[in-house]
C-alpha cells in the first residue's frame, strides 16, 4: 500500500501487525510481543501494568463463574451495610434470607455487614444456602460470619456480574449508594433486554417512595423514561410479599 505526499510522489505506509491489531506509520515501530514476555530486565514491572491487570479480571471471572456454576436457584439480597442488628431494616434482612431459603432459593448477598449480613444470617438459620460476595474496599473488614460459601473481588464490575448471572431476580432492602447502584444497573438490565425474566423486589414502601416519585415527577414528565419502564420494580412492604413475587415473576426461569 502506498500514498502520495505533498510532491506527488508515492512512498509505502509502514504497516505491521501485533496479533489481531495492524499498526502503520509511527505506531509500526514496535518491538515483538515475544521479546518483552522473554525479557525479564524489568522485574516486577509488569504485574503493575494493564496486560496484567486483564489476566487478573479474566481470573476473577473463571474464580467465579468455577464457584457458583453449581449454586442452583438463588436470589441477590442488597441492603445498607449500615443497618445495625436488631434495627427495622436487619431484622428485616434477616426474614428475607430466611424465607428465600425455606423457597428453596440460595441467598447472594455483597458479603458484607448490616443488611447483608443479615440477609445471610436468615438463610444459615433456615438451613439454606448463603453465599457472599465480597469487595476489596479500604474500609470493608471482610466477609461476615454467616457467609457459608465467600469470594473476595478486586473489581466491581466482575462482581457485579456475578450477581446478575447466578440470581433469578433482586430483593433491594433501603440502602446508600452502593445499593442504588446495584438497583439502578439491575433496572437498566432489565430495560434494555440485557436479562430476562428477572423480577426486582423493592421493601420499603416509605423509603423508596421519594426516590420514585422523583422517577414520575422528573424523568417521566422530561421523557427520560417511559412509562412501561415504571413497571420494572415492585413495592412492598411484607417480606413473604417479596418472595412471592420473586417466585411468580420469574416462574419460568426458576427450576425449584
Not at 35 to 50: E, I
Request: proline fraction near 5%; hydrophobic fraction near 45%.
Amino acid at each position: 500500500m502506498a500514498i502520495s505526499d505533498e510532491e506527488g510522489f508515492t512512498r509505502p505506509v509502514s504497516a505491521k501487525r501485533r496479533g489481531p491489531v495492524e499498526l502503520r506509520r509511527g505506531q509500526a515501530r514496535v518491538p515483538q510481543s515475544d521479546r518483552f514476555l522473554l525479557d525479564t530486565a524489568d522485574g516486577t514491572s509488569f504485574t503493575h501494568t494493564d496486560p496484567w491487570r486483564v489476566l487478573r479480571i479474566q481470573s476473577e471471572f473463571v474464580e467465579g463463574f468455577g464457584t457458583l456454576s453449581e449454586l442452583g436457584p438463588a436470589v441477590s439480597v442488597f441492603g445498607s451495610a449500615r443497618s445495625l442488628p436488631g434495627s427495622r431494616w436487619y431484622e428485616t434482612g434477616v426474614t428475607v434470607g430466611r424465607l428465600l431459603s425455606e423457597a428453596g432459593l440460595a441467598v447472594i448477598t455483597g458479603g458484607g455487614p448490616g443488611s447483608m449480613e443479615a440477609a445471610n444470617k436468615g438463610a444459615v438459620e433456615a438451613g439454606g444456602v448463603s453465599v457472599g460476595l465480597g469487595i476489596e474496599l479500604p474500609f470493608e473488614t471482610g466477609l461476615n460470619d454467616w457467609v457459608d460459601l465467600g469470594i473476595n473481588f478486586r473489581y466491581f464490575f466482575v462482581r457485579k456480574t456475578m450477581f446478575v448471572k447466578y440470581a433469578q431476580g433482586f430483593i433491594v432492602l433501603p440502602g446508600g449508594f452502593g445499593t442504588l447502584d446495584e438497583l439502578f444497573e439491575a433496572m437498566t438490565l432489565v430495560q434494555t433486554q440485557k436479562v430476562t425474566s428477572f423480577p426486582i423486589v423493592l421493601i420499603g414502601t416509605d423509603f423508596w417512595a421519594p426516590l420514585l416519585d422523583w422517577v414520575r415527577g422528573s424523568l417521566l414528565e422530561e421523557g427520560m423514561v417511559s412509562a412501561k419502564d415504571l413497571e420494572l420494580v415492585h413495592v412492598v412492604d411484607d417480606p413473604a410479599e417479596a418472595v412471592k413475587l420473586i417466585i411468580a415473576d420469574s416462574a419460568g426461569h426458576l427450576s425449584l
